[in-house]
């Protein structure tokens, strides 16, 4: 079975600093997607953004950015120049088939 | 990406009783899925909504307790049953294209059962 391990609980940074979130994945499938979702207090979850295992490029949008290490089953997610509204919960998800499983999550806070 | 709506947004329901939780999505879409959330915490895949026959639990979920329908691609309904205390969480829709595609996720019920 696939499993997702965050093991930061909680994080913090000054606003326009950058952060780094971590994540690993056991599988031994070779055709996944990976995900970074956010859900700040409102409780919306919000597709950040997305990795496919077969693509070496690493993904990037805007200010978000992933460290996809398929030997090391490591998807990091990366958050540039900070900012207030980026304050939520963090979720690295893993996919195949559909099925979709989802670590515990990392409490990020931006400091102003 | 859809649109993902839910109703109701919130609810506080007595024990014994059972809730129904819709699902509404603006366009058509092969997957529909239902979590549960307990507040600060993960999701936990309760099961996967299927249009024309009978959803597909997780372990630890069964139909009796959670009876879903998916008349249609875009409409999906969990009904929570004979609920008690422990039943108090966040239940989420979510929604696919097709396989491996994105999740897109409603707004969730919170739901307290007293």
């Known amino acids: 079975a696939q499993t997702v391990t965050q093991s930061q609980p909680e994080m913090s940074v000054q606003e326009a600093e950058t952060v780094t979130l971590s994540c690993t994945y056991d599988t031994s499938e070779n055709n996944y997607y990976l995900f970074w979702y956010k859900q700040p207090p409102s409780r919306q979850m919000i597709l950040v953004i997305r990795?496919?295992?077969?693509?070496?490029q690493n993904a990037t949008e805007n200010r978000f950015s992933v460290n996809f290490q398929k030997a090391a089953k490591s998807f990091s997610l990366k958050i540039s120049d900070s900012q207030l509204g980026d304050t939520a919960m963090y979720f690295c998800?893993?996919?195949?088939?559909?099925?979709?499983?989802f670590g515990a999550g990392t409490r990020l806070t931006v400091k102003p | 990406s859809a649109v993902i709506s839910q109703k109701p947004s919130r609810d506080i329901c007595q024990r014994g009783t059972s809730l129904t939780i819709q699902c509404q999505v603006d366009?058509?879409?092969?997957?529909m899925f239902w979590y549960r959330q307990q507040p600060g915490q993960s999701l936990t895949l309760i099961a996967t909504a299927n249009q024309g026959s009978e959803a597909t639990y997780e372990s630890g979920f069964v139909i009796d307790k959670f009876p879903i329908s998916r008349p249609n691609l875009t409409f999906s309904t969990l009904t929570v049953s004979n609920m008690s205390p422990e039943d108090s969480s966040i239940y989420l829709c979510?929604?696919?294209?097709?396989?491996?595609?994105?999740?897109?996720f409603g707004p969730g019920t919170r739901l307290l059962v007293l």
């Open positions: 979510s929604a696919a294209g097709s396989l491996g595609e994105t999740q897109y």
């Open positions: 366009s058509q879409v092969t997957m």
């Open positions: 990795q496919e295992a077969y693509k070496q």
């Open positions: 998800a893993f996919s195949n088939n559909n099925d979709m499983r």
